[in-house]
């Protein structure tokens, strides 16, 4: 029995914003048939002979412009790493997401995900937050910050 194993919906590019539809079907017998937004089917031998008919009349298959338009919308990925879900300390073991620091641990270094200014002692009551990577790659905690008391002073 003859039937339609493919339908494709193609857009005429340069016709945009007015839209200039053809349909592509493809049978089981591997014939095609064109229907276009003036109502009128073409009949094709095959696929690519559709195809190549399409692409002469500047069509662009639905799918393809689809994912274009997503991908402008969402653009490129931001090259900013997302924050880590859980983060632990590589040398004691200590769950720094859930709060955790070892007291002795220059890993943790007296703080689990943020502490106070180490600068001065947490006197200027600011918080610092901890650069995940660099606390783990190196072995020595890193925090991310400026003491209060020091911007003061330097006016
Ligand atoms: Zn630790
Ligand atoms: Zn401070």
């Known amino acids: 029995m003859r039937k339609v194993i493919k339908t494709r919906w193609w857009l005429m590019d340069c016709s945009l914003p007015q839209r200039n ?3 592509l079907r493809v049978w089981n017998d591997g014939t095609c048939d064109l229907l276009d937004s003036d109502d009128r089917l ?7 002979a559709a195809v190549t008919f399409l692409r002469e ?3 662009v298959p639905l799918d393809q412009l689809l994912d ?12 900013v790493p997302p924050e880590p879900a859980r983060a632990d300390c590589p040398t004691c073991g200590s769950s720094w997401t859930e709060g ?8 943790c270094g007296g703080g689990a995900m943020d502490r106070p200014c180490p600068v001065c002692g ?20 890193h925090w991310i910050g400026h003491c209060g ?6 006016g």
């Open 149 to 154: 008391l020091a911007a003061r002073t330097q």
């Open 68 to 79: 274009e338009v997503t991908y402008n919308r969402v653009g490129p990925s931001p090259l």
């Open 122 to 141: 947490g006197i200027c009551g600011r918080v610092w937050r901890r650069a995940v990577m660099d606390s783990q790659d190196s072995g020595l905690a």
């Open 100 to 107: 955790l620091y070892g007291p002795e641990c220059d890993t």
């Open 21 to 23: 539809w053809a349909r």
């Open 57 to 59: 009349d500047e069509f």
């Open 42 to 48: 073409h009949p094709f031998e095959s696929e690519a």
